[in-house]
């Protein structure tokens, strides 16, 4: 590939997706995708994959300059339950109920493409995540901090909900919303001769 200028647009509402991408330290910029997610299937992975390239061909070119678009989806799986974003205190106390004393895997997907609608490079990856036993009071506490409202599972490991649990296998990253080293190394294998702006 000859080397060439190309501008990294991410294509998120998310504030956190946004820091992380930050660490990158590739130029980019930011753009909203207003679709909503859906939750059809039934494993994790699947789900996310759909909600993310679903994002991706939502958005549409802002200019003539060469972009590449990056959209991604978290989405949680305990056994045969998937867990996206708690719509309201009930349902946020019930995942997390769900979650208290197990392990689960945080799976985030990314799509990465060019063009929106061009060829659509999509990647995946899985975090083991060991949730102490919860009492009702630690469910009660948590759900007043508001933390949980528009988390996937409920919870935010990079926030109170680090308290939540006792251990993770994987990638950090992932959990908060975007796996930096697989998206880090996907870039440099297929943009590696191109100049970010």
């Not at 309201?88 to 799509?111: E, I, N, W, Y």
């Not at 409202?149 to 939540?164: E, H, N």
Request: glycine share 6%; net charge positive.
């Amino acid at each position: 590939m000859k080397s060439s200028l190309i501008r990294l647009t991410l294509v998120s509402a998310s504030p956190r997706r946004l820091k992380l991408l930050t660490r990158l330290k590739f130029p980019f910029d930011v753009t909203v995708s207003n679709i909503s997610e859906r939750w059809n299937g039934c494993h994790a992975r699947d789900i996310a994959e759909e909600n993310a390239i679903r994002k991706l061909r939502a958005c549409q070119p802002q200019d003539t300059q060469r972009r590449l678009f990056l959209a991604a989806d978290t989405v949680i799986q305990i056994g045969n339950h998937v867990l996206g974003k708690p719509i309201g205190p009930d349902a946020a106390a019930r995942m997390l109920s769900l979650l208290s004393g197990q392990r689960h895997q945080v799976v985030t997907s990314f799509a990465l493409a060019e063009e929106p609608l061009g060829k659509i490079i999509t990647l995946s990856d899985e975090t083991d995540v060991f949730f102490r036993t919860l009492s009702k009071k630690d469910i009660r506490d948590y759900l007043n901090s508001k933390e949980w409202m528009g988390k996937a599972g409920a919870y935010a490991i990079q926030g109170k909900g680090s308290a939540l649990i006792v251990k993770i296998e994987g990638s950090f990253s992932n959990v908060v919303g975007l796996p930096l080293e697989l998206l880090e190394d996907c870039l440099r294998q297929n943009w590696g001769d191109c100049r970010f702006l």
